[in-house]
């Protein structure tokens, strides 16, 4: 593509960034209109496949998710346990 489409294309996408208080809540109602859309789309597709005994496709979700310093505190004990296996053959290895 040539530079001056390339400008031209860029500068012609202009944001839709809301200036009032009125414009905000229409895009928040545009937004919760569109999640219950899709929430409504799940719950059909979900009674679909209960009426002809078919497999979920959105199963329930079970527990709650690990957090990330747990999730990095796992991380680290694992790394510590395989470091010190490594060092116990090496170790083992010398004798």
């Keep these: ?22 414009q905000q809540k229409m895009g928040d109602l545009k937004k ?3 999640k ?5 789309a799940k719950l059909s597709q979900t009674l679909f496949e209960i009426e002809n005994k078919m497999p979920l496709t959105f199963k ?9 310093s747990d999730r990095k505190k ?7 346990k395989v470091i010190g296996r490594m060092f116990k053959k090496a170790i083992e290895g010398d004798k």
């Design 36 to 40: 219950t859309k899709g929430s409504k």
């Design 60 to 68: 329930k979700k079970s527990g709650r998710s690990m957090k990330e």
């Design 1 to 22: 593509m040539k530079s001056y489409l390339t400008n031209m294309i860029i500068s012609a996408v202009k944001p839709s960034v809301p200036k009032t208080k009125l």
């Design 74 to 80: 796992k991380i680290m004990k694992d790394n510590n």
């Design 32 to 34: 919760a209109i569109q």
